[in-house]
Nanobody
Framework: QVRLVESGGGLVQAGGSLRLSCTAS????????LSWYRQGPGKERELVAS????????NYLDSVKGRFTIFRDNGKNTMFLEMKTLQPEDTAVYYC?????????WGQGTQVTVSS
């Protein structure tokens, strides 16, 4: 069964750091665009960061630029989101997504809570 599993969420104080991981099973990451989304309390889901399938190009939500870094390890079928200088407004459920022309897969989400 195809699965994406996120991990690494938790409770952190403002200014702290977390690293989220997303690991795939039953399919290989290469060839897929990989993204992190988040959905805060009472908010719509938003795209946080993406990394391309071929050249590794990245793009970020303006509010996380300079603080978050997305990167992938195709050999380990894992994607990461390094988050630094976290703020209370970063509190959300974070989801990973892998998509190609033919398929879209979502993880189940991992909670990130930033206390002030």
């Amino acid at each position: 069964q195809v699965r994406l599993v996120e991990s690494g969420g938790g409770l952190v104080q403002a200014g702290g750091s977390l690293r989220l991981s997303c690991t795939a099973s039953e399919f290989t990451f290469s060839g897929y665009v990989l993204s992190w989304y988040r959905q805060g309390p009472g908010k719509e889901r938003e795209l946080v960061a993406s990394v391309g399938s071929t050249n590794g190009s990245t793009n970020y939500l303006d509010s996380v630029k300079g603080r978050f870094t997305i990167f992938r390890d195709n050999g380990k079928n894992t994607m990461f989101l390094e988050m630094k200088t976290l703020q209370p407004e970063d509190t959300a459920v974070y989801y990973c997504k892998a998509w190609s022309v033919d398929n879209v897969f979502w993880g189940q989400g991992t909670q990130v809570t930033v206390s002030s």
